[in-house]
């Protein structure tokens, strides 16, 4: 996984959507840091880079918000290394867990999102709408 | 790999401040840009410690994975850590993550009313001569253990360290300003200097200031409010009559921590109520449980009082919970009068909104009795039309019953008058010729028997044409008797045997009434 700029026609990540795709994220399955932004980034084919920097403070404020649970988990050094996450010193790796409060802030994120993007897509020739959703669903 | 201390924001008291796990010495790059990176943050050391934890965390599988990719383990370290951007803006943006400006308020007028009250009325109130005795009677206290903190508001006034002038030379320290104090004072003057230097205040922290020489009560206050940080706090003098004593701000709340009770049944029982919403009541939990309701108060009474100090905010000294209709709060003493006032700006709020809801049900109950008395005139004036109308249709019936009646009596009479008539007639045939002409034994001429066939052909047909008259006339009177009187004639009912009836009732019905009369 590379952090390389995102393409220039692909939209920056605004908090609000940085926060719907952890939440999200986390929803499929309880994860850590690391990992949330492998997915991320492997999901969106790079075009969504959400670094480090922007990464943990917002999974602090999310744990803040009571929106995500935490957990700690002592990583163990790996015997055959065949995960390369495992191979560790002995440090402590801290899991996001999706919480019911994170459930619901969620599905506002998801119900506001689509709302927006219909409202958009009423504006667009019906042509441009459907070509964008095909390509999308293709790579997906 | 980026150089932490080279900021915009370093100064010298803030970095003999930084007091986390610095460990120069360390090889493994890592953990020597932990070392200097955490104390950036300005964070409580627990919140520290699992930020180390988890960037380490990060930081090892991305180097694990950059390796994959060919790089040496220097380059990779050097890479990773660069993907965390400048050290300071990630210091800055943790702060703010976690120390968010204000948000999830419900009533944006409880912000704004307690904001200003909070900041003016009891900030700067806390420590003021003057101050009504119930705003400092939290703070202060009266009884035999230390009254709690007079200390940590610059605005105090600090009586114990008397008027002798004090200067803030260059060279002037909170050491010489602490001798100074020590020498004006009669109490012992204690100075905690261990929990200072964990907050990085020592002896020797300068307090030089451009300013002209002030009473040493006025210099400790404006040392204090100096060497005060939003991070760390800053020097609490905590004063008894037995001695004074000068600790951190953090040290003393650990020491003046108290369990007091708050009673919010009111504020609850106002956001659970069914039309909570509709009232103004539209927090979280709005119309549901205790529980859920009194998320909408701890919520912004988090926020806005001793933020940092919140369990539930990643703080270790302050902790609430709900028991029934009360708030259990473990909290330092100075911040129970906030919370207090706190929880009366809501009550104020509550009484707004209830004032609001109470003019807005009678409003909405004098638009209602109008659309009332709107209906129910509509009603009446539709009752009016409906009886209009009634009267109109049983006026047409009355005249076509009166006509029918009329036209009725007029053939009853042409059937009365033809049947006389014909009845006439028989009688003259009956009596034009001597009975025994019709005797059966009679030798009669031919023309006279065709006279008498004649006769009796005629006969024949009147009698006819007389019982058809009858018949028609009885049934002229009974719709006769049924139009005028509303009653089905029964057999041998006549009009006159009715009319007759009727005479005698009224006849009866005014001698009754002459007898009651006299």
């Known amino acids: 996984m590379t952090y390389s700029a995102p393409h220039p026609a692909t939209p920056k990540l605004s908090p609000t959507h940085a926060e719907l795709l952890v939440l999200a994220t986390l929803a499929e399955a309880p994860s850590y840091g690391y990992a949330i932004s492998r997915g991320i980034a492997s999901k969106s084919e790079g075009d969504f880079a959400l670094g480090p920097a922007k990464l943990y403070p917002l999974l602090a404020k999310l744990e803040k918000q009571g929106l995500v649970t935490t957990s700690w988990e002592e990583v163990k050094a790996a015997n055959n290394g065949t995960d390369n996450d495992d191979e560790s010193k002995g440090r402590r790796r801290k899991w996001y867990t999706i919480s019911t409060k994170g459930a619901k802030r969620l599905d506002q994120h998801i119900q506001a999102h689509r709302r927006f993007t219909a409202l958009v897509d009423a504006f667009l020739p019906v042509s441009n709408a459907n070509s964008n959703n095909s390509s999308r669903g293709a790579t997906a | 790999m980026t150089n932490p201390t080279s900021t915009s924001t370093g100064t010298t008291t803030k970095a003999k401040r930084s007091k986390g796990d610095i460990k120069p010495s360390t090889q493994d790059p890592i ?5 200097i990176f955490m104390p950036m943050t300005g964070l409580p050391k627990a919140r520290q410690a699992d930020i180390r934890a988890e960037l380490e965390d990060h930081l090892r599988a991305r180097v694990d994975d950059l390796m994959i990719t060919g790089l040496s383990e220097p380059e990779a370290v050097q890479k990773a850590v660069n993907e965390l951007g400048e050290t300071a803006h990630l210091a800055r943006q943790f702060r703010t993550a976690l120390k968010p400006k204000g948000r999830t308020l419900m009533h944006a007028a409880l912000i704004a009313i307690a904001g200003s009250a909070l900041t003016l009325g009891i900030f700067s109130a806390a420590n003021q001569p003057g101050t009504p005795p119930a705003r400092t009677a ?14 940590a508001s610059s605005d105090a006034r600090y009586a114990f360290a008397g008027t002798a002038p004090f200067e803030f030379s260059e060279t002037a320290t909170l050491g010489s300003l602490f001798d100074a104090i020590r020498e004006a004072t009669d109490r012992p003057l204690v ?18 200031m451009d300013a002209d020489p002030v009473p040493l009560r006025d210099a400790l206050a404006l040392a204090i409010r100096k060497t005060e940080t939003r991070d760390f706090g800053g020097i609490a003098v905590l004063e008894s009559p037995g001695m004074i004593e000068i600790s951190s701000t953090e040290e003393v709340d650990r020491r003046t921590v108290e369990v007091r009770t ?11 109520r069914p039309d909570a919403e509709e009232i103004g009541f539209d927090g979280y939990g709005a119309g549901g449980s205790f529980s859920d ?8 009474l988090m926020e806005m009082v001793a933020r940092e100090t ?14 029934g209709g009360s708030l259990l709060i473990k909290s330092p003493a100075r911040y129970h009068a906030q919370i207090e006032a706190f929880l009366e700006l809501v009550r104020r709020e509550d009484a707004r909104i209830m004032e609001s809801a109470d003019e807005r049900l009678e409003e909405t109950r004098r638009l209602q009795a109008e659309r009332d008395e709107r209906r129910r005139q509509a009603h009446l004036e539709q009752a009016r039309l409906m009886e209009e109308q009634s009267r109109q249709m049983r006026e047409e019936a009355e005249r076509r019953k009166m006509d029918e009646i009329a036209h009725l009596e007029a053939e009853l009479e042409r059937v009365t008058a033809e049947l006389a008539e014909l009845n006439a007639s028989q009688q003259v045939s009956m009596f034009s010729r001597p009975a025994s002409f019709y005797s059966p034994n009679s030798e009669r001429t031919e023309e006279e028997i065709r006279e008498i066939e004649e006769n009796a052909r005629e006969a024949f047909i009147r009698g006819s044409r007389v019982s058809d008259l009858t ?8 719709q006769l008797i049924l139009l005028k009187y509303g009653v089905q004639p ?14 005698e009732q009224g006849d009866r019905l005014r001698s009754i009434s002459n007898r009651v009369n006299n």
């Open chain 2, 138 to 151: 939290a703070i202060v206290g009266a009884t035999a253990t230390p009254s709690p903190l007079s200390g």
């Open chain 2, 293 to 300: 309701a009194a998320v909408s108060i701890t919520g912004p």
């Open chain 2, 490 to 503: 029964s057999e041998g009912t006549t009009l006159e045997a009715i009319q007759q009836q009727l005479k």
């Open chain 2, 471 to 478: 018949v028609i006339r009885e049934s002229i009177r009974d």
């Open chain 2, 31 to 35: 953990q020597r840009w932990l070392d």
């Open chain 2, 191 to 208: 100075i905690h200097w261990n929990h200072l230097e964990d907050i990085g205040i020592q002896e020797d922290t300068s307090i030089a």
């Open chain 2, 262 to 272: 708050y009673d919010i049944a009111d504020l609850l029982r106002h956001r659970t």
């Open chain 2, 310 to 323: 919140w369990a539930d905010l990643g703080g270790d000294l302050s902790t609430l919970n709900l028991v």
